[in-house]
């Protein structure tokens, strides 16, 4: 069992930075994969970004590829979203979530692939 709070949310302008936090409780934080995705007002959650087990791969969504940065220390139980200059369309809630399957060799882009999700973290863009 794996609990997530999310931390770090808020208003930022346009071009701004924001730096995400998953505090993860359990033991077995380091063995899963881990992910974060979004949702806006009014549309789908989606695939924001994925960290292996290990914190030696990573998988970003094309539209945040070169902005966003997922990372992870085992040893704090902590996950990471660093996200760099911010754009109006990067407004909706962050949710950080914990795959379903311990020590897996692959990384996955849909949420029904975690099994445990935290309560998300709002951030707001301005133009």
């Known amino acids: 069992q794996v609990q997530l709070v999310e931390s770090g949310g808020g208003l930022v302008q346009a071009g701004g930075s924001l730096r995400l936090s998953c505090a993860a409780s359990?033991?077995?934080?380091?063995?899963?994969?881990m992910g974060w995705f979004r949702q806006a007002p009014g549309k789908e959650r989606e695939f924001v970004a994925a960290?292996?087990?290990?914190?030696?791969?990573?998988d970003h969504a094309d539209s945040v590829k070169g902005r966003f940065t997922i990372s992870r220390d085992n040893a704090k139980n902590t996950l990471y979203l660093q996200m760099n200059s911010l754009k109006p369309e990067d407004t909706a809630v962050y949710y950080c979530?914990?795959?379903?399957?311990?020590?897996?060799?692959?990384?996955?882009?849909?949420?029904?692939?975690?099994?445990?999700w935290g309560q998300g973290t709002e951030v707001t863009v301005s133009s």
């Open positions: 979530a914990a795959g379903g399957a311990r020590y897996s060799a692959y990384l996955y882009r849909t949420p029904e692939k975690y099994d445990y």
């Open positions: 359990g033991r077995t934080f380091s063995s899963y994969f």
């Open positions: 960290i292996h087990w290990s914190g030696g791969i990573t």
